[in-house]
């Protein structure tokens, strides 16, 4: 059609325009718009064919076969080793032993013999309070302590007392009249059996001897009642005496023994704030002095742990800005819950001979609650959780693929971990890039500094011929 269009412009622009009918005129026109609609179609074409190819590669259309991706991990060996599982909390340093010396009595400090950072022995004087009154107080009650001791001496050494003494004389005069009329009456007694004296006489003999026998008695009785008595209450009198004095003087001479004060621990002095001549109140702490030859950390741990724990167990203990941890052991797992926090508080005891450890510093305390040889250990890195919340691990197979499997994690350590089913010893694991990876997925191993390597065989293509990767 263009062709012909053009073929009949050609013919009509052999004839002059004046001489052009209106016919011709109007066909030459339409001949004309024809030619330029067709040349813009096939330019419009044109274009079409050579954006297509374009857009064909820019989407990844190929007749070519798709080259499967490669991802680059990472990858660890299963080991067997020996897993420690530890108990690790945040603690606070306390002394050994620690001691607010509280003085008894208020009084001025007379002197001090000790300041801080002075190292101390159990029973040292450390310091004196004002004591003249206390002093005197103490000889005066002494005094009256040695006289009641003397009053005893005399009570219990001295001769008995006069009403003592009478009812005496009246028992022996009593029995001496006995005595008599019983003489008297046995010899009328005689008399009148043989006749020589009159009944008469021996009746008054008889009534004489019951009465001289009632009141020998009597006497007797009063005697007894004296001696049993007045001599017991005496003595109980002067022992009283004593008890009260000597009462009286100890209690003197521990008040004037509470102006010294002496450390009740040996250690260090660690606080002091008073100074000679001020007054030291009664219940007010004068000196601290604390045992920090070995410290304790304690720590609040949560109650299952705490089940993991037991006496004796190895521990260490890590404090900021020492190099090296220090060694431990546990002395304390509190049998009950802490109301506040119900947690379970525990105590870690270390040696502290160079004075290292301050007490109210906060550390990091690791208490070994158990050691389990042989453990398949992975990085803690590998171990991912699937949405149904079990766990499972990429293996890196020799075929050059990751491959999915299901465990069972056991005691964790630091950056590491136990696995108790699922894993054998020499499989390798994706330690670096596993989120994510699809299962059967081609990996290229790289090493932990980011350069390609291949340490296992099944990593490297055969010798003399490329990867696809490489083809391409």
Known sequence: MIQAGNEFLHYTSSIAPNQR??????????????????TARLRLILLLA???????????CSADKPVEPTVSVQVAPVKKVTIEQTVTSEAILFPLAQSAIVPKISAPVRAFYVNRGSKVHEGQLLARLESRDLAAAAQDNQGTY????????????????EEIQKAQGDTQAAKL????????????????KQGALPRKDLD??????????????????????????????????????LQSAKGKYLGAAAQLSYSEIRSPIGGVVTDRPLYPGEMAAAGTPLLTVM?????????????????????????????????????????????????????????????NPKGRLRPGTSVQISMLARAVPNSIIIPAAAVLTAPDGSTYVMVAGSDNRAHQ?????????????????????GDRVVASGAYGLPDNTRIRVEAATGSATTDHPSDRAPAGKETEKDAK
């Open 146 to 161: 040695n006289q009641a001791q003397a009053a005893y001496a005399i009570a219990t050494a001295s001769t008995l007392p």
């Open 291 to 351: 045992d920090t030859s070995s410290v304790v950390a304690r720590a609040h741990i949560p109650q299952e742990q705490a089940a993991l724990l037991k006496l004796g167990d190895k521990a260490t203990v890590i404090v900021s800005g020492e190099e090296d941890p220090i060694e431990g052991k546990v002395t304390v797992v509190s049998p009950a819950l802490d109301p506040n926090s119900t947690t379970v508080e525990v105590w870690v005891q270390a040696i």
């Open 50 to 60: 050579s954006i297509i190819p374009v857009l064909a590669s820019a989407l990844g």
């Open 405 to 425: 499997k299901t465990v069972k994690t056991g005691i964790r350590q630091g950056d590491q971990v136990q696995i108790l089913d699922g894993l054998a010893d």
């Open 204 to 241: 008054q003999a008889g009534v004489a001897l019951t009465q001289a026998r009632n009141q020998y008695e009597l006497a007797q009785r009063h005697l007894d009642a004296l001696m049993a008595v007045s001599k017991q209450q005496e003595l109980k009198s002067a022992a009283g005496q």
């Open 177 to 192: 009249a006995l005595e008599a009329e019983q003489k008297l009456y046995d010899s009328r007694q005689d008399l009148y």
């Open 21 to 38: 009918s209106p016919k011709q005129r109007r066909v030459r026109s339409q001949s004309r718009a024809s030619v330029c609609l067709g």
